[in-house]
């Protein structure tokens, strides 16, 4: 069964202070891992697409990065508006499947 | 200019009720999605439409009716509304079905329907 695991479901960090969220998913048939940004009251803003093991791609403080089983999106020297829910999807045959996401809050 | 709009924003109405959300993109895509989120925030697609043939219909009671006029609209009706229909309800866009490369899926700001 298709299936993406977050973790941590929440994570505060202080301003500065450099952290990893983790997603895990299932391989078979796998046609991208996304990330996806959401602030509340907001839809999920695209933040990177990893296709293949090893790759990896950066956005400002963002980091993402693929393995054969997990992603990870590195957050080096947070600000406090970095704070928001990360989604990560696994892309599926013409469908994103979610997780549950991990809610980022960065206190100044 | 906004990609992907969707109306209303914000939607209270009775149970029993039947309303409708409308959607629109402008980024020439040729697929179309709807998405709900739930009170946990958890994400999970409805329907999804390309050149306004329906090619996704999760298991969604059939209360809920996609309807896709052009490749640049996909509304959603949905009638007699219930209490647990209350969700936040996203649209979305992509150039092509997920499952090539470099093709992305852009959301709408979603569409809060609260029944009461």
């Known amino acids: 069964e298709d299936q993406v695991t977050q973790s941590p479901e929440a994570l505060r960090l202080q301003e500065g202070e450099s952290s990893s969220l983790n997603c895990s998913y299932t391989?078979?048939?796998?046609?991208?891992l996304f990330w996806y940004r959401q602030d509340p009251g907001k839809g999920p803003e695209f933040l990177f697409t990893l296709y293949s093991a090893g790759e990896e791609k950066e956005k400002e403080r963002l980091k993402a990065t693929l393995t054969k089983k997990e992603s990870f999106l590195h957050i080096t020297a947070p600000k406090p508006e970095d704070s928001a829910t990360y989604l990560c999807?696994?892309?599926?045959?013409?469908?994103?499947?979610f997780g549950k996401g991990t809610k980022l809050s960065v206190k100044p | 200019d906004t990609a992907v709009s969707q109306t209303p924003k914000y939607l209270v109405t009775q149970m029993g009720n039947d309303k409708s959300i409308k959607c629109e993109q402008n980024l020439g895509h040729d697929t179309m999605y709807w998405y709900k989120q739930d009170s946990k925030k958890f994400l999970k697609i409805m329907f999804s439409?390309?050149?306004?043939?329906?090619?996704i219909n999760e298991t969604v009671p059939n209360r809920f009716s996609p309807k896709s006029p052009d490749k640049a609209h996909l509304n959603l009706h949905i009638n007699s509304l219930e209490l647990g229909d209350s969700a936040v309800y996203f649209c979305?866009?992509?150039?092509?079905?997920?499952?090539?490369?470099?093709?992305?899926?852009?959301f709408g700001e979603g569409s809060w329907l609260t029944v009461v």
């Open positions: 999807a696994r892309g599926s045959q013409g469908n994103l499947i």
């Open positions: 439409y390309n050149n306004k043939e329906l090619i």
């Open positions: 979305a866009s992509s150039r092509r079905t997920i499952g090539g490369v470099g093709n992305t899926i852009y």
């Open positions: 391989v078979s048939g796998l046609r991208g």
